[in-house]
């Protein structure tokens, strides 16, 4: 599957990646799938009916073009978009990458609309000069830090963090990973420079794990948990209570000023749809699993630790996300300071885009 590839050219974002980020995998290799509409099949949801009386909407499009990761979406999978907007008389249309950063490359050439990524790809985006939007935050679980880690193999000679100094760390460079790494050696004293970093898509890097031919893997899930249960890989480090903001869905700038209240619509499906997951997670493994082709218990875990929900965007939240920002630059790893600010909307603006639903939980 992830031999259908769709090329373009070398971009903003491409041309500060090969500055920032050696190695970086551009959109060209990495677009997994595109223009796949799902079957609305067997999701227990049914249609939404407008309330009588309600004005008509208008929008400035006929399409929406939503990306996602190789990790999965629920919200494709159960089809709530499309049982919302096709009514409305909006096709949706999902394209599939392996990672954020190769989203974020998509949305910033014009082929997606909206897309869900961690909270390190934004940054990296915006550095590159992309015209994109913050529209709502992932709500944080208890659970949520489990789901990334950094691995070893199960016969690995490192059995502690601090050992992994010198050794070749594999993860996606402008990804989440690339955030918790850092985080994570400044807990045991090391530096990005005591490690030799190596950027490779989870989805080329597991192989190569389960081969042994990695020797340190910072990864998240569905990859960490297939090889805690079916390799014994060890994990070193989780991400719980690193510090993370959290993951965004994000929209560029053009659609979401033209569509405030179709993005309205989206993040209030959106989030009624984590509701109902995050209250029927054993439902969510079965819906998930055959579609990753994962076996069920495996996936109940990665469900049980996985958040679905969203939260408003708030000073605060934007306060954390700009520390990580910040981060990335005083190691030299992002060539300029970013401004968070400027990839957000006015509150006038984001009162007309954010449901009721979503909490301002800091």
Known sequence: ????????????????????????????????????????TNTGTEP????????????????????????????????????????????????????????????????????????????????AGARIIYLAGRRLGPNSGKGSAIAVPKNSPIKKLADIKGQKVVFQKGSASHYFIIQALKEVGLKYSDIQVLSMPN???RGAFIQGTIPVWVTGDPHLALVEKLHGARV??????????????????????????????ILEEIDQNGQWAEANR????????PVLKIDLPIQEVISSRATYRLRGITPELMQAQQSVADLFYNEKILPKKIDVKEALLTPQEYAAITPPTLISEK
Do not use: H
């Open 1 to 40: 599957m992830f031999n259908n590839f769709v090329k373009t050219k070398t971009t903003v974002i491409s041309k500060i990646a090969l500055f920032v980020i050696p190695g970086f995998v551009a959109l060209s290799t990495t677009l997994i799938s595109c223009s796949s509409t799902v079957s609305n």
């Open 236 to 265: 070193l480090r989780d991400a719980t209570n690193i510090g993370t903001p959290g993951g965004y869905y994000v929209g560029t700038r053009e659609f979401t000023k033209e569509n405030p209240e179709l993005v309205r619509i």
């Open 282 to 289: 054993k439902e969510v493994a079965k819906l998930i699993a």
């Open 48 to 127: 939404k009916a407008e309330p009588a009386g309600a004005k008509t909407i208008t929008f400035k499009t006929k399409l929406l073009r939503i990306g996602y990761q190789s990790s999965g979406d629920l919200v494709r999978v159960r089809g709530v978009l499309e049982k919302r907007l096709e009514p409305l008389g909006l096709k949706v249309e999902w394209s599939q990458f392996a990672q954020g950063p190769q989203l974020m490359e998509a949305m910033n050439v014009g082929k997606i609309d909206i897309g869900s990524v961690g909270e390190t790809p934004p940054i990296f985006a915006q550095a």
């Open 203 to 205: 989805v080329e890097a």
